[in-house]
C-alpha cells in the first residue's frame, strides 16, 4: 500500500514537473515573440514618423573650395526628433564625413534645420547630396558648383 | 495518475493563457503604435499636399540696396512662420538676422494663412536669390 502511495507521488511529481517545464518554456517563448512583435512595431512606427529634406536651393549651394566644405541645409519633415548621429551623407554615392549644428534650436525636433558641413573635394560642374537617416529615409539634392 | 495527469493540463493551461494575453498586448501595442505613426503620416501628407504657395513679386532697387520677394500662400492651410527656413544666396538666415520677414495683412502674426501675403526683404545684400522652405520641405525661390 506504502509503496502504491509512493510511486503515485513520484509519478503526479514528475507529471508536475513535466508540465512546469513545457509551461516555462512555452510562455518564454511567447514572451520573446512579444517583446519581438512590439520592437518591430515600435521600429515601423518610428520609421513612418520620421522624414527629413534637404532645402538648399540647387542653385546657390555653399561650396568653399579653399577648405574643401560644403554646407547642406537637412530639415526634419517629420514628427519625431531626430539625431545628428544616425545621419549618413553620401555626395556623388560616396559616404562623406561631416559635422553637424542644429540652427536656432538645441534640438533637431520637426521643422528644425540640420546643417551639415561636408568635408569633400568637389570639382565645378553638377553633383547629387544624399541624406540618408537610418534606416532607409532618404533626400537628395542635385546641385552645381 | 488521473490526478497527475489533471495538475499536468492545468499547469499547462495556465502558463499558454498566460502567454496569450502576453502576446496579445504585445500586438494591441504593436498596432495602436503603428495606427497613430500612419495616422500622423496621413495628416502630414495632406497637409504637404495641401500646400502651395509661389512667388507673387519680386524687384531689386539698386540705390536702396534692398531686394524684395513677396509670396503667396494659395493652400488651403495656415504655415506657421517658425516653420518657414529662410535662405539668402543659399545661406541660412534667421528671419530677424538680415532679412524683414512679415505677412503683409497681419503684421503681427505669426501664422500665415491661406490668400496672404509673405513679404521678405533684404538690405546690403545686393541683388540676392532668396528662397523659403516649409515644415514640408518644400521650397519657393526668387531668383536674381
Known sequence: ?145 | MGFAAVAGHVIILVAAFSAGILLAGAINNSLSSQIDARNDLTERLTDAARADYALESEGYTPSTDRTYANFTNHGAHEIHLDHITLLIDGIHHAHDDIAHVEIRETPTSNIWMPGETLEIMTENQGNANITIADLYGLATHRRA
Open chain 1, 1 to 145: 500500500m506504502s509503496s502504491e502511495v509512493g510511486s503515485t507521488l513520484i509519478l503526479f511529481i514528475a507529471a508536475v514537473g513535466l508540465a512546469g517545464l513545457v509551461a516555462a518554456g512555452l510562455t518564454g517563448a511567447i514572451g520573446q515573440m512579444a517583446l519581438s512583435v512590439d520592437d518591430r512595431g515600435q521600429s515601423l512606427a518610428d520609421a513612418i514618423s520620421t522624414d527629413l529634406a534637404i532645402v538648399n536651393d540647387p542653385n546657390n549651394v555653399p561650396y568653399d573650395d579653399a577648405q574643401n566644405e560644403l554646407t547642406l541645409y537637412v530639415k526634419n519633415t517629420g514628427s519625431k526628433s531626430l539625431t545628428s548621429e544616425d545621419l549618413l551623407i553620401l555626395i556623388n554615392g560616396q559616404h562623406a564625413p561631416f559635422t553637424a549644428t542644429v540652427l536656432e534650436h538645441d534640438k533637431w525636433t520637426k521643422g528644425t534645420v540640420l546643417q551639415v558641413t561636408v568635408d569633400v573635394d568637389l570639382d565645378s560642374g553638377d553633383h547629387t547630396a544624399r541624406a540618408l537617416y537610418t534606416p532607409n529615409i532618404a533626400d537628395t539634392l542635385e546641385f552645381r558648383v
